[in-house]
């Protein structure tokens, strides 16, 4: 196991980006928090240290002949392995037979203690991947076939883990934010405080409120053979989602983690598609988003009124609007915009980060006056400005798109808290200056970036802004670890050298499930400013 976990480390962290390396994979946990499949307690510190350097000595002489590129596997070669662990991303990894090279083989839809069989389609710096052709020896403690609700579960690329128990899935993600602050914050142990059990979705299927199925266009010789396509269907035509580990389309005629009514709303969609199929030149990604029937003419109705209409529609037109219902509020924002694709969850989303900004005192043990004032960061809709208004005297939202400020200045007015609650347009290189009359000592952040994180500058912003509390939302929990360790380092660097006052430490660390049956995970990490 520890073989294994070095290999995947150097090779992901050091080796030059290559167009075969998959985008889904990061170095593994330096030592497993857990063993979910034989429960193993972890080494002792100077077993880890032989270890790591035993594993460094064998990696670093495979690099020294040269052969890390030199894959003992041939195309389409059928092996037979232990599989040791699951990466990040939900695949399962094992080690090339002893008699092998050093050399990680990563397979979808398997689980750790499991022999299985597979076959090898690609072959990368110090690892292959590799389609699974059976499972020999299941781990019978994990794997229940009998929970899987797709009949496209192990090939289609959208889920990994419905054959596991809800419990287990929310304890491997727990162990994604564990390992990803072990090997990317660059803070000391004694910084990071234990992760918290992951906070689970109130839904586990029909819960996901946006699918985008596509289907490629007929090429030219397919036009020409098919005169009769009003009468059947094309046998090449293909309209669904991706099959694992392949650019090819896998016709899919339902998706049980979609909502109802999209999957009511794709039927007709697709049988629409066969009957037209010669009529489109290019490929095509559809849009289903699952939204509130908003009455004609009546977009700003006033909250009572629209808690009074539950109907739900299927939303297909990219620039037309969505709303959706959060608590008692209502959000506006255009279809082809980000907005979180797990309603159910929103509530308990937003609910933590308030208790993280108001911690009770005996938790907190913090005498520094509570908050009054809120800047959400990369705000969008205004999700999180708006439903922590009630608790700020002021609340200003900080966004690049204008098409995203437009919807949020709407939301506020939607559900009448515009007398508290702006929104303005950040300008990159000074976002912080929007909200210069803004006290910092009795101000809270919430950061929510998209997936590749906040850039230097941005950080280097938000130290200087220097607020009392910082929540940092985000869907990538490898970047957040990144980004969290630098705003702690950095600014401990900051007081060490007399430049300011007061360090951020990291207070408190959680997953949460927006999407069950996958390998995804949400992280929420709190810092405070102390002296």
Known sequence: ????????????????????????????????????????????????????????ACSTRAEADGVEWESPFGFREEVELLVSSISSSGEG??????????????????????????????????????????????????????????KYFGTCAGCQYQ????????????????????????????????????????????????????????????????????????????????????????DIEECPIATPILNEAYRPMRDDIIKKIYTHKNGVSLLLRDSLEIPDGNSSTPTLELAANDNHVCITDHKATVREHVGNLFFDYQAGSFFQNNNSVLVPLTSYVRDAIFPSTSMSGSSTPPPTHLVDTYCGAGLFALTLAPHFTRVAGIELSVDSIRFAMHNAALND????????????????????????????????????????????????????????????????????????????NEVAEGKRQGKYVLQSLRGFDLFPQTAHVESVAVLRLVS
């Open 1 to 56: 196991m520890r073989r294994l976990i070095l290999i995947l480390n150097r090779m992901m962290t050091e080796a030059p980006k290559s167009k075969n390396s998959p985008a889904s994979l990061q170095p593994l946990e330096k030592t497993p928090s857990t063993d979910i499949s034989r429960g193993h307690g972890e080494k002792t510190d100077s077993a880890q240290r032989q270890a790591e350097q035993e594993e460094a």
């Open 93 to 150: 990894l094992a080690l090339a037979p002893s008699s092998m090279r050093p050399w990680v083989v990563v397979i979808p839809f398997v689980l750790p203690g499991e022999v299985i069989r597979a076959r090898v389609y690609k072959n990368a710096r110090m690892y292959s991947l590799a389609d699974l052709i059976s499972v020999q020896v299941p781990n019978s403690q994990l794997r229940d076939m009998n929970r899987v609700r797709c």
């Open 163 to 250: 054959m596991l128990s809800y419990e287990t899935q929310l304890d491997l993600k727990r162990d994604v934010v564990v390992n990803a602050y072990r090997n990317h914050s660059n803070l000391p142990e004694s910084s990071i405080p234990a992760v918290q059990s992951t906070i689970p979705s109130p839904l586990q299927y029909g819960y996901r409120t946006k699918i985008t199925p596509h289907f490629e266009s007929p090429k030219k010789v397919q036009k020409q053979g098919s005169p009769n396509i009003e009468e059947e269907r094309p046998s090449w035509l293909k309209i669904g989602f991706n099959q694992i580990g392949r650019r090819l389309v896998m």
């Open 417 to 492: 808290l515009a007398y508290k609650v702006s929104f303005r347009e950040g300008d990159a290189s000074q976002i912080f200056s929007a909200v210069g009359d803004f006290p910092p000592a009795l101000t809270a952040v919430v950061v929510d970036p998209p997936r590749k994180g906040c850039d230097e500058s941005f950080l280097r912003q938000l130290l200087a802004f220097r607020a009392q509390t910082v929540v940092y939302v985000s869907c990538n929990v490898h970047t957040q670890a990144r980004d969290v360790g630098q705003i702690v380092s950095w600014s401990a």
